[in-house]
């Protein structure tokens, strides 16, 4: 774990879901291959890069907590984008000041426990505005938290 201050804003464009915590076992699973059987990244234009990002955002309680509904938003990071493909929506990653927590190259099966252990992190002060899983080409692996300063 980390303290990042990310600078600048990210734009992602990708597929959204709308789901909640009580059904995020059931509906994120199928959103992730949804991703995949689609080709969604190759069909994203102007990408800055073949990064996957899965923003959690757009929360029902934004800036208080994380209950209720919210977005994932499977996609990659973009610039200069100019017009959003159909099916597709964007977000916009704002500033922040992130706590970024490795998770063991190639393992997306492990990111589910590295949640839970992010959510029982005590004194974690986060911002429940745009949360961040970010895959690399190389396996790499992070969950980035926004955090008030």
């Known amino acids: 774990m980390k303290t990042i201050e990310q600078t600048q804003p990210i734009t992602i464009v990708g597929i959204e879901l709308r789901t909640s915590n009580a059904e995020a076992f059931n509906t994120i699973p199928p959103h992730w291959q949804r991703f995949t059987s689609e080709g969604v990244l190759a069909r994203i234009p102007a990408k800055a890069s073949d990064e996957v990002v899965a923003v959690y955002t757009h929360f029902e309680h934004e800036g208080i907590d994380n209950e209720g509904t919210y977005s994932l938003i499977i996609g990659a990071p973009v610039d200069g984008l100019r017009e959003v493909p159909a099916g597709m929506v964007s977000a916009v990653i704002p500033p922040s000041r992130r706590v970024v927590f490795p998770v063991e190259r190639g393992r997306h099966d492990l990111v589910g426990a590295?949640?839970?252990?992010?959510?029982?992190?005590?004194?974690?002060?986060?911002?429940?505005?745009?949360?961040?899983?970010?895959?690399?080409?190389?396996?790499?692996?992070?969950?980035?938290?926004g955090v008030h300063r």
């Open 114 to 145: 590295a949640w839970q252990h992010i959510w029982a992190q005590p004194g974690l002060a986060k911002t429940f505005i745009a949360d961040y899983e970010r895959y690399q080409a190389n396996g790499d692996i992070d969950i980035c938290i």
